[in-house]
């Protein structure tokens, strides 16, 4: 229970740094409950009142998130809840829908554990080392070097040997 809190938490907390435009315009995504496992498919969900709302969108294509993903054999690891991502759903559209409507109306079906828009999601805090030459390292980007440093600086305790033979 506590980690479903916390999880809660980070995840309204993070929503509150996007300003309402930081979502795809084209994307919903929601989670199907468990007990409802057997209405699902690799397509799409067979619930009369959810295709429902789905048709209100244009050239729509629902899809699993996670199509070869099976559920977890264990409720718990550790004494934490396991999740199950083989029950979440991806839906496309085009544009020209009001998806944030369509997910207000999909999170008041008792099928779903939860509807929301697909939201774009950037690192909060961007490193750029303090050498003079960084433009002149061509390779940088090439291996995401500065994506990788937003998430991991390195520990200076950790000792790399380099032999150029």
Not at 6 to 12: E, H
Not at 42 to 49: I, Q
Not at 119 to 135: A, K, Q, S
Request: charged share 20%; with cysteine.
């Amino acid at each position: 229970m506590r980690n479903i809190l916390l999880t809660l938490v980070i995840f309204f907390n993070s929503i509150s740094l996007f300003s309402q435009s930081e979502f795809y315009k084209d994307r919903l995504i929601f989670k199907v409950k468990s007990e409802y496992r057997s209405l699902c498919s690799k397509n799409g969900v067979n619930h009369e009142k959810l295709n429902a709302i789905l048709n209100r969108l244009e050239n729509v294509n629902v899809s699993k998130m996670f199509p070869n993903h099976f559920p977890p054999r264990v409720k718990e690891i550790n004494g934490l809840p396991t999740v199950d991502i083989s029950l979440m759903y991806q839906v496309n559209c085009s544009e020209n829908n009001d998806i944030e409507q369509i997910a207000k109306l999909l999170n008041q079906l008792e099928i779903l554990e939860y509807a929301t828009v697909d939201h774009i999601v950037y690192p909060l805090i961007t490193y750029t080392p303090n050498d003079p030459n960084i433009t002149n390292q061509w390779h940088l980007p090439l291996i995401k070097a500065f994506e990788a440093w937003a998430i991991e600086k390195g520990d200076t305790n950790v000792v790399i040997g380099i032999t150029d033979t």
